[in-house]
């Protein structure tokens, strides 16, 4: 026997909405057996099958889709102004709400931190887990591989479980804020081999040491193309020869197209967080100009109906 939350609950999940009266849930509660019927019932609505029919469509014209107007070559003085609007942008929600930025749950806004807070950083070891299973995929040794910079360390979720994976780790963001935040915290619970910079520039790029590893999760994807394109071609350029590369990034986005002066006059006044996408074939360029070869590229779990987001794991060429 079903109770009313139980299948008030389903129907949110299912439906996206609250059921619209309560002799819909008393009539599910009473016509249903078990969770198996409820759920078959609810999936045979007309509401359900066009809600599957509307994201399989979709799937459909990602598919289908042509060649994206996605400028990703833009001339010096253009690119540091996309550097400098995403460091104001990221910079600002270090200064507010450092952690919900990074994991945008109401549970991490700063009124509701302390209770979460360990909750939080323990979600960063299955990130970890799955940088050290792609690479053991590929028959290469997770524990070989000494040191990692990770791009876009954030407030130090992942950080955290890389320090205690790795000898040494750079910890690279282009936001002052959550580097802050990121060294107090990690400080706190005894970590010190982190080694933490602000990337701000080319120059600062351009100074990252060599390591035997690069990673970077929820972080490209917050950049213009341009800025993800060059971002992504420096860190894979740190990479020592045999180091693994294991980063993701969405690659295609519905209707997505970009237009740098176009962006910087428009969308880039509002300060607002973005999500953006790097086409495929620009990535793979990005990646054979570094000197790495594809060892992986998978859908991962954070593509939604009207994006794919990529996990790539890569190899810098030249190793043992
Ligand atoms: C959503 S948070 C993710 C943080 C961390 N990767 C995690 O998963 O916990 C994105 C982080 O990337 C940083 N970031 C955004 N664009 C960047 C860029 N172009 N270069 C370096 N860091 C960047 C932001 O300042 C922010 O700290």
Redesign the pocket.
């Known amino acids: 026997m079903l109770d009313t939350e139980t299948v008030r609950l389903a129907y949110h999940v299912l439906m996206g909405r609250e059921p619209a009266n309560e002799r819909l849930v008393a009539n599910l509660t009473r016509g249903c057996d078990d969770i198996r019927q409820l759920r078959n019932r609810l999936m045979s609505l007309p509401e359900f099958q066009q809600k599957l029919g509307a994201s399989i469509s979709i799937g459909v014209r990602l598919q289908q889709a042509p060649k994206p107007a996605v400028e990703v070559e833009v001339a010096p003085g253009i690119l540091e102004q996309l ?1 400098e609007h ?2 104001t ?3 600002r ?2 200064e507010t709400e ?1 952690h919900w ?4 749950n109401q549970r991490y806004l700063q009124d509701n931190l302390s209770a979460n807070l360990d909750e939080f950083y323990a ?2 070891e299955k ?1 970890v887990q799955r940088f050290r299973w792609a690479t053991e995929r590929a028959g290469i040794a997770f524990d070989g591989l000494r040191d990692c910079l ?10 955290l479980w890389l320090a205690r994976a790795f000898e040494r780790v750079v910890g ?4 002052a ?3 802050a935040v ?1 060294e107090r915290e990690l400080t706190a619970r005894d970590i010190r081999n982190i080694d933490f910079r602000r ?2 520039s080319v120059t600062a ?1 351009d100074a990252l040491p060599q390591c035997g590893a690069f990673y ?8 213009p193309p341009p ?2 394109r ?2 992504l071609e420096k860190a894979l350029g740190r990479l020592r020869p045999g180091g693994v590369g294991h980063f993701q990034l969405p690659t295609q986005i519905l209707e997505y197209s970009f237009d740098a002066e176009a962006f910087l006059a428009g969308q880039a006044t509002e300060k607002a ?1 973005e999500h953006h996408c790097l086409p495929q074939p620009t990535v793979f360029e990005t990646i054979e100009r570094s000197g790495c070869r594809v060892l992986e590229c998978v859908q991962d779990t954070l593509s939604r109906p009207n994006k794919i987001s990529n996990t790539f794991t890569v190899q810098k060429v030249g190793g043992a």
Do not use: K
């Not at 791009?151 to 130090?156: A, F, M, Y």
């Not at 690279?172 to 936001?175: G, K, L, P, R, T």
């Not at 970077?216 to 950049?223: A, E, G, M, N, W």
């Open positions: 550097l995403v460091e942008v990221w910079r929600f270090g450092p930025s990074v994991l945008t979600s960063g990130d990770e791009l876009g360390s954030g407030v130090g979720r992942v950080t690279a963001d282009i936001s804020s959550h580097l990121a990337v701000a790029l970077s999760v929820i972080t490209l994807q917050h950049s800025v993800m060059l971002v967080m």
